[in-house]
C-alpha cells in the first residue's frame, strides 16, 4: 500500500499570482469521503479499493475499513488499467520514495 502523499508544485509566472497545484496521489482524500458520509452517498466507483481488489462504494464502511487497513483509497486514475490507474500508482510511487528520501522514513507501511 503506498502514501496518498501530496504532489506540489509553485511555478513562476508573468502574472501577479504564480501557478501552484497541491494535490493528493490519490482519487479522492479522506476527507472527501467523510463528506459523502455526511450526506449519506455512496464514494463514487473506482476510489476506493480493499485488500482482495475489489471496488467498494459502501461510504460508511469505507471510512472504517481504512482505519483498519483493509482498504484503500486507488491512485489517480482510479481503478484498473480502463481509467488508467497504473499511471497514479506509477506516480505515486515516485512520490513515496521522494518523501521517504527526504525524511530517512519507513517504505511502503500502511
Known amino acids: 500500500m ?3 502523499n501530496p504532489l506540489t508544485f509553485g511555478i513562476p509566472t508573468a502574472d ?3 501557478f501552484v497545484i497541491d494535490c493528493a496521489t490519490s482519487t479522492n482524500q479522506r476527507g472527501k469521503l467523510e ?4 450526506e449519506g452517498k455512496l464514494t463514487p466507483k473506482g476510489a476506493v479499493v480493499d485488500i482482495n481488489g475489489v471496488e467498494r462504494r459502501d461510504t460508511e464502511q ?3 475499513d481504512i482505519g483498519k487497513g483493509t482498504c484503500a ?4 486514475g482510479g481503478a ?3 481509467l488508467g490507474g497504473y ?3 506509477g506516480w505515486g510511487t515516485v512520490v513515496e520514495l521522494l518523501c ?6 519507513p517504505f511502503g507501511s500502511a
Open 100 to 105: 521517504v528520501a527526504a525524511q530517512s522514513g
Open 16 to 18: 501577479e499570482f504564480p
Open 62 to 64: 469505507i471510512l472504517v
Open 2 to 4: 503506498l502514501g496518498t
Open 73 to 76: 483509497l486507488t491512485p489517480v
Open 35 to 38: 463528506q459523502y458520509a455526511r
Open 80 to 82: 484498473g488499467d480502463e
Open 87 to 89: 499511471k497514479g500508482y
